[in-house]
């Protein structure tokens, strides 16, 4: 009987020995795999801190280059309006129309050899015409005549135009005078290789072909230049890149020598 008490008593303590070994294991593998969590919290939260830190960098580095410095997108640089929405054909009837309506001037007044003013009799004379032929023949088939609408051009409207191009016009010639009076040298010659190019297409074109290449132009860049903006932004930086780096050596081969502090002198 002693001896089954022992027995028993040492099975017992053996049955102790393992269960706080397995404890003491569970203990220590909680303990491992808690620390592993921490680690990566803490790698995860430096990480993101890393990331914080380093995003306006990366905005500076990424920031993408627009065509003579843009900010805004193509649609807004227009006005963001119906006129927008013509030269980027929003709605393509209404772009096309207004394309066909100038082609037709084009070709009347440029292959038909029609003129300004004969264009308008004729105009007057077709629109009266038949307006009166459809007056006098309601009256025949017993049918009411038609009541032509009053038109008056609005004085606000005539007064803004004029407005418009009073500020325009002035501020045309704020910018001459500071061309003329020398203070910005790389303006000035801006201008003039700008007329100098003009005066060469005035001597190919008349001035209605050359208005309605420039309406055409205004119609078509715009449109090719929002789709594929990506592609000519690209273009445009490596070109502005070698007409500054072409500039800067005319500058002190040429620009540099020409004494222009005297000419400042004078005109201030």
Known sequence: MADNAAAGEHEHENEKHEQEHESSFVDSLKDK?????????????????????????ADVTNKIYRLFGRERPVHKVLGGGKAADIFLWKDKKVSGGVVGFATLIWVLFELVEYHLLTLVCHTLILALALLFLWSNAAAFIN?????????????????????AFRIEINRALVVLRNIASGKDLKKFLSVIAGLWVLSILGGYWNFLTLVYTSFILLHTVPYLYDRYEDKVDAFGEKAEAEIKKQYAIFNVKVLSKIPVGALKHKFA
Not at 144 to 163: H, M, N, R
Request: overall charge negative; charged content about 30%.
């Open 33 to 57: 795999i808690s620390e592993t969590f921490h680690k990566d919290d803490s790698s995860s939260s430096d990480s993101d801190g890393e990331g914080k830190k380093s995003s306006p960098v």
């Open 143 to 163: 049918k009411s005549a038609p009541k032509f609408p009053e038109v008056q051009l609005p004085e606000d409207i005539v007064l803004g135009v004029a407005s």
